[in-house]
């Protein structure tokens, strides 16, 4: 902007020693000024006249060359104009805007650099997820101020998820229910196989049941015979078990779950949101795991959903739990003065990143 200022009176200057090689020097000082108007005028087509401070540094030094009586006819500016000025002048003594920012403190650099570390290194998290990750790591944000950061860096937050329909009632009832559903994968040869996954509602605890390419009725209660014989005491706590029609889950299969005591909730037609919990889980399953990587076959299903529910149950958060795994009770706290040394360490083949303080 100097430079600018410095600029421009350097030509009106050289344009004024032109005019006073000239006689009359007072008519051409008018002219000069004159002339000037008019080129702010048509920088200004429409709209009150505006006069920014090469202009004013101008007409202050031409002022000189005319005489004060005529100052009313040459200069377009009046008493007002000049009153208003020093209001201005004195508005921008006393505004401290831009000495001090309003509100809460801002975010740490380091913790800035993180959460944004953590979305590029992790696309397909959100904002929340990744405010569950530093959490865990014993740093307290806001999933708003997480919203502000990425956005501010360029980085679109994933999109916030209507809640399910039997919110009150799973809420409720979450420690006292387990549901199940198929989740289907097609190979890299087209191969189609079948998961079947079990998902406990209050702790967010996932099962893994097993893999099969046919699934048959004998298959599964064979699977919840091995469910029931792992749970132990924990399926005795639980009064309800969700799954949708498939002919699969005969009454064999439910039985297994009656003689402990629970009741059978099954699902309308068409109707996954009555199963939501399990319907999202398997959403998850496709988004971080399955919809990244190309499945060999059986064995090679089997060994990433075994090394993912690993990490699912001891590491992910969840927002249900305040942002608390599944395995683990308390969330662990630590001094957040540094960071910087949170390490990250990859797991599922590379595909999943946990993140964890240096020793």
Not at 35 to 62: C, K, M, P, S
Not at 104 to 110: D, E, K, L, N, Y
Not at 173 to 190: G, P, R, S, Y
Not at 311 to 340: F, K, M
Request: hydrophobic share 40%.
């Amino acid at each position: 902007m100097l430079l600018s200022i410095v600029y421009r009176l350097v030509r009106c200057l050289f344009g004024l020693l032109a005019v006073l090689a000239r006689s009359d020097l007072s008519k051409d000082a008018e002219l000069l000024v004159l002339r000037h108007e008019n080129q702010v005028l048509r920088r200004q087509l429409t709209g009150r006249l505006r006069w920014d401070h090469v202009d004013r540094l101008w007409l202050a030094a031409l002022s000189r060359l005319v005489s004060r009586r005529r100052w009313s006819e040459v200069f377009p500016v009046t008493p007002a104009t000049i009153l208003r000025w020093h209001r201005d002048l004195i508005a921008r003594k006393w505004d401290y805007a831009s000495r001090r920012r309003p509100g809460r403190p801002s975010t740490g650099t380091s913790v800035k650099t993180l959460i944004i570390r953590m979305a590029r290194e992790n696309p397909a998290w959100g904002h929340r997820r990744i405010q569950g990750e530093l959490a865990r790591l014993g740093h307290a944000i806001a999933a708003s101020t997480v919203w502000e950061i990425l956005h501010a860096a360029g980085i679109e937050p994933a999109p916030r998820r209507a809640g399910p329909t039997w919110r009150e009632f799973l809420t409720a009832q979450a420690h006292a229910i387990i549901a199940c559903d198929f989740l289907v994968v097609e190979t890299v040869l087209l191969k189609r196989l079948h998961v079947l996954v079990f998902i406990e509602h209050g702790t967010r605890r996932l099962h893994l049941a097993g893999v099969t390419a046919r699934p048959t009725a004998a298959w599964a209660v064979q699977q919840a015979r091995n469910l029931a014989m792992d749970l132990d005491d924990r399926l005795g706590t639980m009064r309800f078990l969700i799954h949708d029609r498939d002919p699969v889950f005969t009454t064999a299969f439910g039985e297994v779950f009656k003689s402990e005591g629970l009741r059978i909730v099954t699902t309308l037609p068409r109707t996954p949101r009555m199963n939501a919990t399990c319907e999202r889980v398997i959403g998850t399953l496709r988004r971080e795991l399955l919809d990244r990587t190309l499945i060999l076959g059986n064995r090679h299903l089997d060994l990433m959903l075994r090394e993912y529910v690993t990490h699912y149950n001891g590491h992910r958060p969840h927002q249900s739990r305040q942002q608390r795994p599944p395995d683990i009770e308390t969330q662990p706290s630590w001094d957040v003065a540094d960071l910087r040394s949170v390490r990250r360490r990859p797991v599922v083949t590379g595909l999943i990143n946990e993140y964890h303080r240096a020793a």
